[in-house]
C-alpha cells in the first residue's frame, strides 16, 4: 500500500508561484509513476502533470505546460509540482496519485492509470 500526503496549497495572486509536495510512504517514489490531478467547483477531475517512474519522463496538460513543472526528490520520497504563472482558472483542490506501473506512451494520463490517491490541497488563484 502507498500513502499520499498533499501538503502547500494555499492563497496566491495571479501571476505568482507556489509549490505543492506530496510525501509517499509504503514504498520507494522511485519506483512510482506520480501524478497531480486538480478539481474545479462543479468540474470534472482533469489531469495536471505526471512524472513515470521508468525513465523520469514528464507529461503536461496543455493548460499549464511552460508555466506547472513536476518534479520529484527520491532521497525525500517526494514529488513536486511548481506552479508559476498562476492563473484564477487554476483554482482547484489539486490531489496527488500514484501508480506502480510505467505511464502510457503517446497519450495523457488518465485518471484511471492510478492506483493510489492523497486527499487533496486547496489551491486558490485571487485575479
Known amino acids: 500500500q502507498v500513502q499520499l500526503v498533499e501538503s502547500g496549497g494555499g492563497l496566491v495572486q495571479a501571476g505568482g508561484s507556489l509549490r505543492l509536495s506530496c510525501a509517499a510512504s509504503g514504498r520507494t517514489v522511485s519506483r512510482l509513476s506520480m501524478g497531480w490531478f486538480r478539481q474545479a467547483p462543479g468540474k470534472e477531475r482533469e489531469f495536471a502533470a505526471a512524472?513515470?517512474?521508468?525513465?523520469?519522463?514528464?507529461y503536461y496538460a496543455d493548460s499549464v505546460k511552460g508555466r506547472f513543472t513536476i518534479s520529484r526528490d527520491n532521497a525525500k520520497i517526494t514529488v513536486y509540482l511548481h506552479m508559476n504563472n498562476a492563473k484564477p482558472e487554476d483554482t482547484a483542490v489539486y490531489y496527488c496519485?500514484?501508480?506502480?506501473?510505467?505511464?502510457?506512451?503517446?497519450?495523457?494520463?488518465?485518471?484511471?492509470?492510478?492506483?493510489?490517491w492523497g486527499q487533496g490541497t486547496q489551491v486558490t488563484v485571487s485575479s
Open positions: 512524472i513515470s517512474w521508468t525513465d523520469g519522463s514528464t
Open positions: 496519485a500514484a501508480s506502480p506501473h510505467a505511464l502510457a506512451t503517446g497519450r495523457e494520463p488518465r485518471y484511471y492509470d492510478f492506483n493510489y
